[in-house]
Antibody, heavy 116, light 112 residues
Framework: QVQLVESGGDLVKPGGSLRLSCAASGFSFRDYYMSWIRQAPGKGPEYISYISPSAHSIYYAASVRGRFTISRDNANNSLYLQMNSLRAEDTALYYC?????????WGQGTLVTVSS | DVVMTQSPLSLPATLGQPASISCRSSQSLVHSDGNTYLHWFQQGPGQSPRRLIYRVSNRDSGVPDRFSGSGSGTDFTLEISRVEAEDVGVYYCMQGTQWPPAFGPGTKLDIK
């Protein structure tokens, strides 16, 4: 079955950096668009980035553009999110989501806390 | 960007009774391909969002048939025919028709 397992979340100071990973299994990873969606405490989910199967098409929400970089390694079935210049408002649970027209598959999330 | 709104934001429900959540979008969600990419998610306490309904009215595998979705254009509804205790959580509508995809603010359902 489809499994998405995020890792890399941590407590980091404002201005710091973090790299999130998502290990995918149970489907042909190289054939799917993949997304990162985050959810701040007590808030609804926020779509922040996607990457096409070949990585030729990438999108970022305005809130993270210029600071976050999405990438993927199809040989190792992995998705990444490099997060730089982190701000307090980036504090959230970050989910890896398979983008198949309906966002049916989500990981369990990894928690990023930005605080001094 | 498309803005999604939901009502009510809080829904005290009675076991065995019906419940309904409304979702509205600031723009039509009919895609140029003819589909309407409006989905409903349920998020239980401490859990990841779980998709219940895709493209307005299609129930996901394993979702009880007491859940149903309807609507068109900019107005959509999630209905629960008979609320059960396991239905407690937050319900989100989400549009995937226009970029960027956007979620509603959520409706918190609890049992009276």
């Amino acid at each position: 079955q489809v499994q998405l397992v995020e890792s890399g979340g941590d407590l980091v100071k404002p201005g710091g950096s973090l790299r999130l990973s998502c290990a995918a299994s149970g489907f042909s990873f190289r054939d799917y668009y993949m997304s990162w969606i985050r959810q701040a405490p007590g808030k609804g989910p926020e779509y922040i980035s996607y990457i096409s199967p070949s990585a030729h098409s990438i999108y970022y929400a305005a809130s993270v553009r210029g600071r976050f970089t999405i990438s993927r390694d199809n040989a190792n079935n992995s998705l990444y999110l490099q997060m730089n210049s982190l701000r307090a408002e980036d504090t959230a649970l970050y989910y890896c989501v398979r983008q198949d027209g309906g966002y049916a598959y989500w990981g369990q999330g990894t928690l990023v806390t930005v605080s001094s | 960007d498309v803005v999604m709104t939901q009502s009510p934001l809080s829904l005290p429900a009675t076991l065995g009774q019906p419940a309904s959540i409304s979702c509205r979008s600031s723009q039509s969600l009919v895609h140029s391909d003819g589909n309407t990419y409006l989905h409903w998610f349920q998020q239980g306490p401490g859990q990841s969002p779980r998709r219940l309904i895709y493209r307005v009215s299609n129930r996901d595998s394993g979702v009880p048939d007491r859940f149903s979705g309807s609507g068109s254009g900019t107005d959509f509804t999630l209905e629960i025919s008979r609320v059960e205790a396991e239905d407690v959580g937050v319900y989100y509508c989400m549009q995937g028709t226009q970029w960027p995809p956007a979620f509603g603010p959520g409706t918190k359902l609890d049992i009276k």
